[in-house]
C-alpha cells in the first residue's frame, strides 16, 4: 500500500460509475485497497472527505441564516419600541396639554404594519436558507449528484431578504418625524 492509496486527497467525478444521480461510496482509490474494486454497493456512511465538502458547502447558507436571524432580532426591537411607544400615546388623557401628540398613533400603527411585513419577510428567507441547509447536507450525506432546487432556493430568499429590508427602510423614513421629539 503506498501513501497515496492511503491518504488520498482527491475526489473522483461523480458520474464515474452507475448512477447518473447516486455515486458509490466504495471508490477503490478512496478505499486504498485493490480487493474492493469491482463492488458497486452504496454505503450510506459519508467519509471524511466528503463530511468536509458538506460543512464547506454549507457555511454560506449557515452565515446566512445566522445574518437574518440577527436582522429579525433588530426588527423586533424596533417593533417593541414602537408598540410602547404608542400604548404611551394612548394612555395620555383627552383633555392633557399633550393630547396632541395622539396624532402621531396612525403613524406608529404604518410602522408596526411594515415592520410586521419586515419580520414576516425574514422569516421567509430564514425557512428558505434552514431548507438550503437541509439540501446541501442531504445531497451530501445520500450521495447525490445535484442539489435539486439549492439555487432557486437561494434566490428565494435573497429576494425576501431584500423585501424585508425595503421595508425596514419604509420604517426608517418614517421613524423621524416631529412627535417624536415632543415630551
Known sequence: MTIAAAAPFHR???MSRGSPILRS??????????EVQGDDTMSFVPTVVEMTDMFSRAAAPAFFLG??????????ARLGAVVARARLLNAIPDGSEKAQMKNDVPRLKTRA???RNGILLS???GLCAGLLLGIVFATGFFGL???YGAGILFI???????GAIVRFAQDVIMDLHEFD???
Open 113 to 115: 404594519r411594515l415592520l
Open 156 to 162: 428565494v430568499a435573497t429576494l425576501l431578504l431584500c
Open 145 to 147: 449528484r445535484y442539489s
Open 181 to 183: 421629539y415632543l415630551e
Open 67 to 76: 445574518a437574518v436571524a440577527a436582522f429579525i432580532s433588530l426588527l423586533t
Open 25 to 34: 461510496r466504495r471508490d477503490p482509490v478512496e478505499a486504498g485497497s485493490a
Open 12 to 14: 473522483k467525478p461523480a
Open 123 to 125: 422569516l421567509g428567507s
